[in-house]
């Protein structure tokens, strides 16, 4: 198969596997006066995705190195879909909601760092990093299309219509990619596929994080992570109470989902513009411009939630645009990095550590707007912003501990 034709199923499949992603966020304001959660609980909940990644995604990943990637990417369509679909059947309150989203979790492990290696398997040379940051940034178009599906079916049919509708994206993924895909063979046997040092290699988790430019990607992208799932798990409960705050008629002209999808589009470029920058002027320099530039947005922003609403949304784009502007540069730096007879442990472990604060974005964003006095008051945000973006701000101190690793 030519590297176009690869490149066009996997982003394809990657936008289908994503319809659910968002839909809790989307519903987080309605669920949680619904349930009558606090917003630590609310944000436990979003938070809970990134439980099922996390213990999952190692093991999902280091199997790409001996199985056959495509059967990995169907077994993960498959159980994102039931998450979904468990979602929209059974959950009642906290505790189900979470199982659902943990398991919703467990499935999306199982595509998207496995789809990237299907990329990497299938296209070589310069197109790699360019086709790369395709497929990362298109992250963010399954996002705003996850928004958007939420958000226009549950006004009319009901959220628990919203979770089911969203479970047909990733079985279309999941059959897409497991029929569209030419089998590469993998050089390490299959035996020994299932055992624990599969689950956890820590041997060969030694061996990448003994390369300091992989580790210093890793721990970039863990600080990225929690801050992007952090603002994508709050967007829509941010807009709700900034339209709010005005008087009425003097909001916003569309609905917060609806914004919140046209946001994530906007960043889809941003993260791909960044690696043709970094490619420029090199990764090292342009990762720290933009995780600084991105942190102290996010502060501001918090702080805008009255002002007036064009300038609410331009602050919202330009945030969301700084935050994915590295995403693409650490991710090509990991793959460029990493050993060829460890680029499977290398990925799996730089997805853990990466949704691993992606795990703690959304709780952390709620605890910070309960300890702050609580999401109706408008100084509560900047600091949630801050929490979430305080390891992005840190990114001179990370950068200097890991010498020139950023920067291979």
């Not at 519903?27 to 996390?54: H, K, M, T």
């Not at 789809?115 to 992250?139: C, E, K, N, P």
């Not at 502007?325 to 650490?330: I, Q």
């Amino acid at each position: 198969m030519s590297a176009r034709r690869v490149g066009l199923l996997l982003l394809a499949a990657q936008i289908l596997s994503m319809l659910g992603f968002a839909s809790y966020p989307a519903l987080l304001p309605q669920l949680r006066d619904r349930w009558a959660l606090s917003n630590s609980e609310a944000g436990l909940i979003g938070s809970s995705f990134f439980v099922g990644y996390v213990a999952t995604v190692s093991y999902w990943t280091a199997l790409t190195d001996r199985l056959d990637g495509r059967k990995i990417y169907l077994a993960g369509g498959l159980i994102a879909g039931a998450g979904l679909l468990g979602f929209a059947l059974l959950a009642r309150g906290l505790w189900s909601a979470m199982l659902c989203q943990a398991l919703l979790g467990v499935g999306v492990a199982a595509t998207y760092m496995p789809g990237l290696r299907l990329l990497s398997d299938h296209v070589g040379g310069v197109a790699q990093s360019r086709y790369i940051a395709f497929y990362t940034s298109f992250f963010g178009v399954g996002t705003a299309l996850s928004l958007l599906l939420a958000g226009a079916v549950a006004p009319a049919y009901g959220w628990r219509a919203a979770f089911a509708i969203s479970a047909a994206g990733p079985f279309a993924a999941a059959l897409l990619v497991r029929s569209g895909l030419d089998k590469r063979a993998r050089v390490v046997p299959a035996a020994g596929a299932f055992s624990l040092a599969s689950l956890f290699p820590l041997g060969a988790w030694r061996r990448v994080l003994a390369q300091r430019a992989a580790a210093g990607y890793i721990a970039g992208y863990a600080a990225h992570c929690l801050e992007l799932f952090g603002a994508r798990g709050w967007i829509v409960a941010f807009l709700s109470f900034a339209a709010a705050s005005h008087p009425a008629g003097g909001g916003f002209p569309w609905a917060p989902a609806a914004i919140a999808a046209f946001v994530n589009l906007c960043a889809v470029p941003a993260s791909i513009l960044g690696n043709e920058v970094a490619l420029r002027i090199g990764r090292r320099p342009w990762i720290l411009i933009a995780m600084l530039a991105s942190g102290s947005c996010g502060i501001l922003l918090g702080a805008s939630v009255s002002w007036y609403w064009p300038l609410v949304i331009l602050l919202v784009v330009g945030y969301s645009m700084l935050v994915m502007a590295e995403s693409a540069t650490l991710t090509a730096g990991l793959v460029a990095a990493a050993p060829d007879d460890l680029r499977g442990a290398a990925m799996g472990l730089y997805s853990l550590a990466g949704f691993g604060g992606g795990m703690i974005g959304p709780l952390a964003f709620g605890a910070a707007l309960d300890l702050a006095g609580g999401e109706h008051a408008p100084g509560a945000w900047a600091w949630g912003y801050a929490a979430i973006g305080s390891g992005c701000l840190a990114a001179p101190l990370v950068a200097r501990l890991f010498g020139r690793g950023p920067a291979a």
